[in-house]
Structure formats: C-alpha cells, structure tokens
C-alpha cells in the first residue's frame, strides 16, 4: 500500500487535483494522505477546507501558515514557515509520495520540503508558460520534480526541453476538466444555479434567467500596488455594459488586497447596483455559471482551462496569463477600460464557442492514480537528459 499525500493550499489548488483524489481515495492499492495549508484554511478565502471535508475527504493535517498582508514580504515568509511545518507533517505522515499542484508559493514550500527530504515529488500542471511571479516557481519545481502529470501537450514538451527524463513525463490532461466533464454530464439544466445562491456573499440579487457575466481577476505579483486601479477598471466597463455581474473575491497572492479594497471602495460608493459579490464558490456552481454567463471576465486560468472545454466566452485582461496556450474562446486585453468594455461586447454578441479540448477530455485523475499504483523504485537522484 503506498501513502499519497496531497498538499492543499487554495481553492485553485483543490479544483485542480480533486478527481485525482476521488481516484486514489478509491483505489485499494493506495491510501490517500491530505494537509490543508495556507489560504485553504481561512474563512475570508472561502474556508476551502470545509468544501474538501463535504466532498468526503478526511484530512490528515492542518497547517496554519499565511501571513497577514497579502504582500511580497508575507508571500516570501509564508513560503519560509509552510516549508518548516510541511518537513514535521511529512515525517509523521511518512508518504511514498507528495503530490503539489501548478506554481504558487505554497506550493514551493512543499516541492522543497519533500526534496530536501528525499520524497519523491509528483508535480501536476507544470511546463506551462504565463506571468508573474509563477512562472520562476512552475519552472523550478520541473527541475526538482521526479513525476510530470502535465495538462497540454506544449507543456509536455517544455517540460522535455526543460531537460526531464521523458519516461517520468506522463501528459494526461488537466484534472480540472474531469471534474468540469462531470459536472457538465449530470447538469439539469435549469436555470436557476441554486435557490439560495444568493443567500451567500453580499450584493444585489442576480435574475439568472437574464443576461450576466462573470468576474474573476487576482492580484498579479510583479505589478504589486496596481491592483485596485486594475479592478475599478474592470468594474467600470461591466457597469457601463448594464449587465448583472457575480464577482468572485482574489487569492491570496500578494496584492490580493489592494483588489479586496477596490472591491470594498467600489461598493460603499453603490455604483453597482447589479452586481452580487462571493468570496468562493463550489465547484460545480462555478462550472454551472460558467456554462451560462455571456463572458467570464478577469484574469483567472479558469477562462482559458475550463473555459476552452465549455466554451465560455472569455476576456482575459492583463499579463496574469502571458502565452499560456489558449484557445479561440478567449479576448486578450489589457487594463483598459474602454478595452475591456469593447471585448465583453464582443463576446456577448458571439455567443458560445466550440468545445476544444486542449487540456484534456475528462479523465486526468484516473490516469494519476493507475500511474502512481504502478511506479516502483522511483530514482530520487535527478538525471537531466539535455
């Protein structure tokens, strides 16, 4: 029986490894392990870890270790302290494997602390390529990673260029699609999401039956102190559209709250009036909405991952998502008001896109599972091939 152990540190972070736990909690040969870390554990992000416990997962450990501020000097020091309680986890929990998820801080501190502790790392959506300060950390855990699940074939490839063994590169798709496939499978169709969705957040009472878009934008860490005038720009051009919004709150990347106090300063001044505010939201209320929203606005990877297989009109604005592979749903632009407005127009007007599976059909998590049933004798030494 081999211990696979999860580390879970955001929303982001559980959406996109959640079918591959459902696979590995359901396989006999493996025993699922999972530590619930930084934001993951924190009311104003949503409490994510009270969604991991309704979706039937036991959780192994909890490990308080954000930092208030929401800065460069928090993220830096989160990083330090999650590294040094993940290293006493792992040695009470005595894993086979760890698995980390994608590029953010939490994220290293858990590549590090397995490496340095000779664990053999299995890393989910790496090789891919965007802005900010995650495309130093995706890149460089690659490099301490023994086990590649990448979610594209470019990123495969990258990965391969990056110097890495090609035998323990193994291209099965985005887990977040699986669980976008599921949902999409047993969706009624109704048009009204939940009857008490907006009973949570705060804000105006949205009429789904009608017209709405949906806005997802995080903080981007190399253009700290930018937020809030970022956001206002973004809010502005929903609000001269006339059109409802659901808005969903950032992560807890540095600059995380000069977007929360844009938030906060756009609504005491009541401009809009048609928009409906949440700090999380489940899983497959967000896929359901973004089956039916006219545009997803921001610049959150869901408008180019999920959004590609549902295809959900997207307006991607800034640098957040440089060259991340994408598909024809998607309106690239920058901070700009006038840009931005101009782009959900288009979108609005063009409707649904075509399906286009870039990262992946639906079923990555059970493709993670049987892999990691039958991979013996894993070689902690790395051996770069280029």
């Not at 696979?23 to 009270?50: H, W």
């Not at 894993?95 to 994608?102: D, E, K, W």
């Not at 870039?358 to 039958?374: C, D, H, K, P, R």
Request: aromatic share 6%.
């Amino acid at each position: 029986m081999k211990n696979i152990c999860v580390v879970i540190g955001s929303r982001a972070n559980y959406s996109s490894i959640k079918s591959a736990m459902t696979a590995i909690k359901n396989n006999s040969k493996l025993t699922l392990q999972v530590v619930a870390t930084a934001s993951s554990l924190l009311d104003r992000y949503g409490s994510v870890v009270e969604l991991i416990r309704n979706d039937g997962f036991e959780i192994n450990e909890e490990i308080f270790t954000l930092l208030e501020g929401e800065n460069p000097l928090t993220m830096a020091k989160t990083t330090g302290l999650g590294l040094i309680e993940l290293t006493t986890v792992f040695n009470r929990l005595k894993p086979n494997f760890v698995i980390t998820v994608g590029d953010r801080f939490e994220t290293m501190a858990t590549t590090l602390a397995a490496a340095y502790m000779n664990i053999p790392l299995v890393h989910t959506m790496g090789g891919e390529v965007t802005g900010t300060i995650d495309e130093s950390i995706r890149h460089a855990i690659t490099k301490f990673a023994h086990i590649h699940f990448p979610a594209s074939k470019d990123a495969f490839d990258r990965i391969i260029k990056l110097g890495e063994n090609i035998e323990n590169v193994f291209m099965v798709g985005c887990p977040r699609i699986d669980l976008v496939a599921e949902i999409l499978q047993n969706d009624p169709g109704a048009l009204n999401i939940e009857p008490d969705l907006f009973l949570g957040g705060v804000g105006e009472k949205l009429d789904l039956s009608k017209d709405f878009v949906l806005v997802s934008q995080h903080p981007v860490t190399t253009e700290y102190g930018e937020g809030e005038n970022q956001i206002f720009s973004t809010l502005n051009a929903i609000n001269n559209l006339n059109i409802q919004a659901i808005v969903l709150w950032p992560n807890s990347d540095a600059g995380s709250e000069d977007i929360a106090k844009g938030i906060r300063k756009w609504r005491e001044k009541n401009i809009g009036k048609k928009m409906h505010f949440f700090k999380n939201l489940p899983i497959d209320t967000y896929v359901r909405l973004m089956k039916r929203t006219k545009c997803l606005v921001g610049n959150s990877s869901s408008g180019i991952r999920e959004g590609a297989f549902i295809g959900t009109p997207c307006v991607n604005i800034g640098t957040r998502q440089n060259r991340r592979e994408r598909g024809v749903n998607v309106i690239d632009v920058k901070n700009i008001e006038i840009e931005i407005e101009k782009a959900i127009s288009i979108q609005i007007e063009h409707g649904s896109y075509p399906m286009d599976p870039i990262y992946g059909t639906g079923n990555a998590g059970l493709q993670i599972s049987e892999i990691l049933t039958n991979l013996n004798n894993v070689n902690i030494q790395k051996i770069i091939t280029y």
